[in-house]
């Protein structure tokens, strides 16, 4: 990608000095379980605790990722210890901070004028999310509640290593997806998901999951699409859009259940396969039009 020297988005913050808090356990009560607005909210224990999955994954909140009890967002006690310095690398920083405002300028557009930012938060390990506790291992996601994303970077060598989709426009490609989740929670989407979730089952459930999933998908593309620089060139380079296509591929839910359990279960489902995913951002990115990106 090619962001030059354009600007960056002031709504950021960097909390990695002050995370890597612990694991926020018990509790209950307390604005996390009180969450109860657009969420998806599917109950599941690790240990004998009731956990509360609320927010919207890049990846499959349930059992995509390795690590006890990973993709799982536990209300109850902050635990962020004291601020510190931030560990955030600066390049990353920047390049975030340029992702998000190319972001803001291209919704701002798309919806003429109506888009309100979003806040993407940069933690480290584990930090009190409105969701509950973030944990890196979850991978990236958005909070309707608090209206925020929540990345730690890390994930992006994660990216490039484990899921073998390095580049650039991979990462802007996660951003944009969650960009996605908060332009479904400003068009009310999100509420009418979990809406439709509270009245269906589980397998129904995901299925409204997996739409939620492939819409941000879509949008993704539709943002890369639409991203130009202040001379009104796209950003896009050669070579970029196939690095969102293998992230898209790498992170679809069949391919990460083959990876981690050997089995595909269909009805399990929250983000849809690798096809899926890679369809929706390149149905996005094709026509640049959001309307293509139905729900
Ligand atoms: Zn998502």
């Known amino acids: 990608m090619r962001f030059g020297d354009e600007r960056e988005s002031s709504n950021f913050e960097d909390v990695t000095g002050r995370s890597g808090g612990g694991f926020g356990l018990g509790g209950g009560g307390g604005n996390a379980l009180g969450c109860l607005l657009p969420m998806v909210a599917s109950r599941f224990g690790i240990g004998g605790v009731v956990v509360l999955v609320i927010g919207y994954f890049l990846l499959s909140s349930l059992g995509g990722l390795g690590g006890g009890g990973g993709g799982s967002l536990v209300p109850g006690t902050q635990q962020s210890a004291p601020a510190g310095k931030s560990t955030l690398d600066p390049n990353t920083a920047h390049f975030v901070r340029q992702v998000l405002a190319s972001t803001e300028d291209t919704w701002s557009k798309l919806l003429g004028g109506k888009y309100q930012p979003t806040t993407l938060v940069a933690y480290s390990q584990g930090y009190p999310s409105g969701c509950g506790q973030a944990q890196s291992a979850m991978g990236p996601f958005y909070c309707p509640t608090d209206g925020k994303i ?19 426009f991979a990462q802007a490609y996660v951003i944009a997806h969650e960009v996605g989740h908060h332009v479904q929670d400003l068009e009310g989407t999100l509420e009418q998901a979990h809406n439709l979730q509270a009245r269906g089952s589980e397998a129904e459930g995901n299925a409204v999951q997996v739409k939620v999933e492939l819409q941000a998908d879509c949008y993704a593309g539709v943002w890369a699409a639409n991203a130009k620089d202040s001379q009104g060139r796209s950003v896009m380079e050669p070579g970029d859009f196939e690095e969102g296509l293998r992230a898209a591929e790498a992170i679809g839910d069949d391919t990460l259940q ?10 399990s489902f929250t983000h849809g396969t690798s096809a899926q995913r890679m369809e929706a951002l390149q149905r ?6 959001p309307s293509v990106c139905k729900f």
Do not use: C, I
């Open 258 to 267: 083959k990876q981690s359990q050997g089995v595909v279960v269909p009805d």
């Open 150 to 168: 929540y990345l730690d970077t890390e994930f992006f060598n994660e990216l490039s290593q484990r899921f073998q989709a390095p580049g650039d």
């Open 284 to 289: 996005g990115y094709k026509s640049g039009n």
